[in-house]
Nanobody
Framework: QVQLVESGGGLVQAGRSLRLSCTAS????????MGWYRQAPGKQRELVAS???????NYADSVKGRFTISRDNAKNTVYLQMNSLKPEDTAVYYC???????????????WGQGTQVTVSS
């Protein structure tokens, strides 16, 4: 079983920064893509940013230029640096990982439990 544990959420004023972390643990041979999603009350979960094992990144238009995703493959950890936060960034943030249990095996997708980010105006 693979577990993803997020940390770094909290309450912050608009314009400030937060850094989220998410570490995957368990029987992992390889992790392909890792990503951050968010879900605001009454809204669907949406992609914030993703990153491949090679470092290629993808961002939602709403966070481009403000958020930066990065990862440490040796630690199976993905980060989300969030700058210039806005009240509309308020949501529960979830990480996910596309992982492989052994060489040649299939990939599975696991999610973290989520961490609350609240941005006050």
């Amino acid at each position: 079983q693979v577990q993803l544990v997020e940390s770094g959420g909290g309450l912050v004023q608009a314009g400030r920064s937060l850094r989220l972390s998410c570490t995957a643990s368990g029987s992992i041979f390889n992790i392909n893509a890792m990503g951050w999603y968010r879900q605001a009350p009454g809204k669907q979960r949406e992609l914030v940013a993703s990153i491949t094992s090679g470092g290629s990144t993808n961002y939602a238009d709403s966070v481009k230029g403000r958020f930066t995703i990065s990862r440490d493959n040796a630690k199976n950890t993905v980060y989300l640096q969030m700058n210039s936060l806005k009240p509309e960034d308020t949501a529960v943030y979830y990480c996910n990982a596309d992982w492989q249990k052994y060489y040649g095996g299939g990939y599975s997708l696991s999610w973290g439990q989520g961490t609350q980010v609240t941005v006050s105006s």
